[in-house]
Structures are given as structure tokens and as C-alpha cells.
Nanobody, 115 residues
Framework: QVQLVESGGGLVQAGGSLRLSCAAPESIFSIYTMGWYRQAPGQQRALVAVITSGGTTTYPDSVKGRFTISKDNAKNTVYLQMNSLKPEDTAVYYC?????????WGQGTQVTVSS
């Protein structure tokens, strides 16, 4: 069973920063694409950032320049550094591991950005 363990969510003022962490099994880290998604109230889950096993990163325009995804292979941990946070960033953030049709999710961590 694949277990993704998230941490780092919380309440922050607009303009502030948070760093989310996601620990994954070593077997996942070796070949899976790791990513972060978010789901705001009344909205569908949306892509925030992805990083391939080779280290290639991708961001949507909504977060590009503000968010950075990275990983520490020694710790089997993926990070999402979120800077210049905006109220519209408020959502539950989910860690994801994907390879073909195999998709795994973390439990989700709440990020709330106050005005």
C-alpha cells in the first residue's frame, strides 16, 4: 500500500509563505511523477505543480513565479514552497504520485490565506 504523508499546512496572512512536505516510499520516488494539487470550496481539484523523477518541473500560470516544487531524494520527500500567498490560494492541498494509470493521494492539508 502506498502511503503519502503530508504536513505544513496552516493559516497565513496574504503575502506570507508556507512550505508543504510530502513523504513518499522510495519505490515511488524512483519512477513516479510527484505533484501537488489543490481543491478550494466548491471547486474541482486542480494542478498546482509537478516534478518528474528526473527533476523537470511544471506550474500553471496561477502559481508560476510564486510556488516552487522540489524534492530531496535522500529523504524521499517532496516540497512545495509557497511565497507571496494570496487569498485565492486558500484550499486543501494534496500530494500526488502518478505513473501511467497508477495514482496515489495524500490525506490533504488545509492552507488558509487571510486578507
Amino acid at each position: 500500500q502506498v502511503q503519502l504523508v503530508e504536513s505544513g499546512g496552516g493559516l497565513v496572512q496574504a503575502g506570507g509563505s508556507l512550505r508543504l512536505s510530502c513523504a513518499a516510499p522510495e519505490s515511488i520516488f524512483s519512477i513516479y511523477t510527484m505533484g501537488w494539487y489543490r481543491q478550494a470550496p466548491g471547486q474541482q481539484r486542480a494542478l498546482v505543480a509537478v516534478i518528474t523523477s528526473g527533476g523537470t518541473t511544471t506550474y500553471p500560470d496561477s502559481v508560476k513565479g510564486r510556488f516552487t516544487i522540489s524534492k530531496d531524494n535522500a529523504k524521499n520527500t517532496v516540497y512545495l514552497q509557497m511565497n507571496s500567498l494570496k487569498p485565492e490560494d486558500t484550499a486543501v492541498y494534496y500530494c500526488n504520485a502518478a505513473y501511467g494509470t497508477s495514482w496515489y493521494w495524500g490525506q490533504g492539508t488545509q492552507v488558509t490565506v487571510s486578507s
